[in-house]
């Protein structure tokens, strides 16, 4: 059985395929992607790039751009579970979802304690197995209806939560 990102978006790509560096990239970006934030330096190029933070829009609302609105202790116990992961060439995309418990603050949202599972998807630029840029997508609005801020009210009354 196929996946939704594989068959969406790459149908003839059969993973046995793969060149040498197709392989080694993948596996650079499923080792980065198991080790905890305090390790991921390791993995990344010293130029490497950021394009986009993957609740972007939560850090524009909050204000909280420069890295202060989400840490390792915002989501306690978190696991991602690798759903899908292709590559071509220098680059890789994975779709993962994130499970964990909101026990620290959060964009300025304080810890709630409710277990969270969002989808997210990543998109990585390898030079010389590091990481040299990056695009992180995340579900915003499944997390903050999972938080408790938004409600379907909320979004049927063209609001956006407590401001």
Do not use: C
Not at 9 to 27: C, F, G, M, Q, V
């Amino acid at each position: 059985m196929r996946s939704l990102v594989t068959s969406a978006l790459l149908p003839k790509i059969d993973p046995r395929s793969y060149t040498a560096e197709e392989k080694a990239n993948i596996d650079v970006v499923l080792k980065l992607r198991s080790v905890p934030f305090s390790e991921r330096k390791g993995f990344m190029h010293p130029q490497m790039r950021h394009h986009r933070w993957g609740f972007m829009s939560l850090a524009d609302i909050s204000g909280m751009k420069d890295g202060t609105g989400y840490d390792a202790q915002s989501i306690s116990g978190r696991v991602d579970t690798i759903e899908d992961i292709i590559a071509k060439d220098d680059r890789v995309w994975a779709v993962w979802t994130m499970h964990g418990v909101h026990t620290g603050q959060l964009f300025g949202i304080p810890p709630t304690g409710r277990s969270i599972e969002i989808l997210e998807m990543g998109v990585w630029r390898l030079a010389d197995r590091l990481v040299a840029e990056a695009w992180f997508f995340g579900d915003e609005l499944a997390l903050l209806r999972q938080l408790g801020v938004v409600t379907d009210e909320h979004v049927r009354a063209g609001e956006g939560g407590p401001h």
